[in-house]
């Protein structure tokens, strides 16, 4: 009963490093997101994916870039990680649906210094 | 664009005592309107829903209702337990083709002491 798994669960990187964020999700779901949460600010959305080789820009993309080569998989890359970028990351996904859910992962915290 | 305004936190109360955390929303069209909770450490799970003006979402002893006229989708519960402490957030989908994507308000901390 795994649901949406995300990897890694804590990271600390460097200015200039880049890194992948990897989610996977066992529910057969078409619809993958990925949200920063930040203090004070909620949960904004950076890219989602509508199905498998699908993918859109959300409210916040700029420095980030995503893949979703396999349905179950949709991978969050950061080229250049910046201080701006330190944040929790959630991954969720849903089926193809207006009213379902979204069921997310347990988040990585991710630090640039 | 789409928006949502939750009430400023933190909110702390005492075991038994009744909870409202305010939720306003700004949209075109036809919201879907949803509450999700966030215990420490975990992601958001799925507390209630209402689809459409009037609807009343229910869970755990929690409700809200749709309120089209006032644009509001307050949350309710009549007696906290501390186990309640969490993260409160509301959200809207706009329907359509929005893809299921959520637009979340900034949450609303909540820490109930026995």
């Known amino acids: 009963n795994a649901g949406v798994t995300q990897t890694p669960k804590f990271r600390v990187l460097k200015t200039g490093q880049s890194m992948t964020l990897l989610c996977a999700q066992d529910?057969?779901?078409?619809?993958m997101y990925w949200y920063r949460q930040d203090p004070g600010m909620g949960l904004r959305l950076i890219h989602y994916?509508?199905?498998?080789?699908?993918?859109a820009k959300g409210e916040v993309p700029d420095g980030y870039n995503v893949s979703r080569l396999k349905k179950q998989n949709f991978l969050l890359g950061l080229e250049s990680a910046a201080p701006s970028q330190t944040s929790v990351y959630f991954c969720?996904?849903?089926?193809?649906?207006?009213?379902?859910?979204?069921?997310f992962g347990n988040g990585t915290r991710l630090t640039v210094t | 664009g789409d928006s949502v305004t939750q009430m400023e936190g933190p909110v702390t109360l005492s075991e038994e005592a009744f909870l409202t955390i305010n939720c306003t929303y700004t949209?075109?069209?036809?919201?879907?309107l949803f509450w999700y909770v966030q215990y420490p450490g975990e992601g958001l799970q799925l507390l209630l829903k209402?689809?459409?003006?009037?609807d009343k979402g229910s869970n755990k002893g929690f409700e809200a209702t749709y309120r089209k006229e006032t644009t509001s989708f307050h949350l309710e519960k009549g007696s906290v337990q501390v186990s309640d402490s969490a993260v409160y957030f509301c959200?809207?989908?706009?329907?359509?083709?929005?893809?299921?994507?959520?637009?979340f308000g900034q949450g609303t901390i909540l820490t109930v002491h026995p």
């Open positions: 969720a996904s849903s089926r193809e649906a207006d009213n379902s859910p979204l069921h």
């Open positions: 529910m057969n779901h078409e619809y």
């Open positions: 994916s509508v199905g498998e080789g699908t993918t």
């Open positions: 949209a075109t069209g036809y919201p879907s």
């Open positions: 209402a689809t459409k003006a009037d």
């Open positions: 959200a809207l989908n706009a329907g359509g083709t929005s893809y299921g994507k959520l637009t």
